[in-house]
């Protein structure tokens, strides 16, 4: 079956360290995005990849780092730079970025800063 | 630039009655809008999408929004709820110009009493 996988489901960090989070699709889609989820403020854009070995910032970069080595896979690493990383971080992929075509969501990653 | 608001963080209906989620957005440009669905602890799923043509927009689940140009609105309702619609709905409507970025609502959770 085709879809995005991301792990792992749950993770749990101590401060100061970088955890990187995966996100993988089978769509053959060429736009990836991650966001970042928070209660009461709906999704935040965090970085966006339209192709492979491409990819730009969103709204809340900061304390983020992706690569887009392969056009499956777009993994994000949340930074010990990032103030306030406890949230829920869901990938997602579209078919031709610029041809206003819904997102596809993976199944999230819950990250939690101890 | 384009937003979406969500009246109603929380909307609470009881099973079988008419489900109302409102949705309004500004945009200088005709717009493109989606209703997801969120399940705890899951990614998101699309309802349905308004793009072009009919103004009212037929989903899964027995969902339907109608876009109103005049009102700019894409309220999303159910004739009749049921317990499994209990989720937190979010609208969100694609930015012109680029990279097929959407932007969110906050996002209604609704709750479906017996």
């Known amino acids: 079956d085709g879809g995005i996988t991301q792990s792992p489901k749950y993770l749990f960090r101590k401060e100061g360290q970088n955890v990187t989070l995966s996100c993988e699709q089978n769509?053959?889609?060429?736009?990836m995005y991650w966001y970042r989820q928070d209660p009461g403020q709906g999704l935040r854009l965090i970085y966006y990849?339209?192709?492979?070995?491409?990819?730009q910032k969103g709204d809340i970069a900061e304390g983020y780092s992706v690569s887009r080595e392969k056009k499956e896979s777009f993994p994000l690493t949340v930074t010990s730079a990032q103030k306030n990383p406890t949230a829920f971080y869901l990938c997602a992929s579209s078919p031709e970025p610029g041809q206003y075509n819904e997102q596809f969501f993976g199944p999230g990653t819950r990250l939690t800063v101890l | 630039a384009q937003s979406v608001t969500q009246l109603g963080s929380h909307v609470s209906v009881s099973e079988g009655a008419l489900v109302l989620l409102r949705c309004n957005y500004s945009s200088s440009v005709p717009p493109y809008l989606f209703w997801y669905v969120q399940y705890p602890n899951q990614g998101l799923q699309l309802l349905l999408k308004?793009?072009?043509?009919?103004?009212l927009v037929k989903g899964i689940n027995g969902f339907e929004a109608e876009f109103k140009k005049s009102e700019t609105s894409f309220h999303l309702t159910k004739p009749s709820a049921h317990m499994s619609d209990a989720a937190e709905y979010f609208c969100a409507v694609i930015q012109a110009g680029g990279y097929n970025k959407l932007i969110f609502g906050a996002g209604t959770r609704l709750a479906v009493h017996p």
């Open positions: 769509l053959n889609h060429d736009a």
């Open positions: 990849s339209q192709i492979v070995n491409d990819f």
């Open positions: 308004y793009t072009t043509g009919a103004t």
